[in-house]
């Protein structure tokens, strides 16, 4: 008997606390109080691609332009190989930083989900 209004309290001043949660408040503090390491980025020189013939537009010289130094833009990343070690150490970081917040909220989860079903 005194366990069940003893849980039942601890219960209500949980689901309390819950309803005090101001989500965007909570972000706001976390993003303020995040620490950034201070990395250095590396810096390439934009290089120009090679300017086309400026022959007229149907040609037989605008024609037979070798293009094939004219990059295609896509909608993608190109890793150099100048980059490509700075970018897997970064990948590879968040992957850990990732699993490290999924196992911190995993519980939290449980508690809310444990919590929610006892209030209905």
Do not use: W
């Not at 101001?22 to 691609?49: C, E, S, Y």
């Not at 490290?100 to 209905?120: G, K, N």
């Amino acid at each position: 008997m005194y366990r069940s209004p003893e849980t039942n309290r601890r219960y209500d001043q949980l689901a309390a606390i819950c309803r005090n949660v101001n989500g965007i408040q909570d972000l706001r503090d976390f993003v303020k109080t995040m620490v950034v390491p201070a990395g250095t980025t590396p810096r390439h020189a934009f290089t120009l691609p090679l300017p086309l013939l400026t022959a007229a537009a149907g040609s037989e010289e605008y024609a037979n332009q070798d293009l094939s130094h004219v990059p295609v833009l896509k909608d993608e990343l190109i890793m150099d190989r100048l980059v490509t070690n700075s970018i897997r150490n970064r990948v590879e970081g968040l992957r850990k930083e990732m699993a490290e917040l999924e196992a911190e909220t995993r519980p939290i989860q449980d508690s809310l989900d444990t919590l929610v079903r006892m209030q209905e």
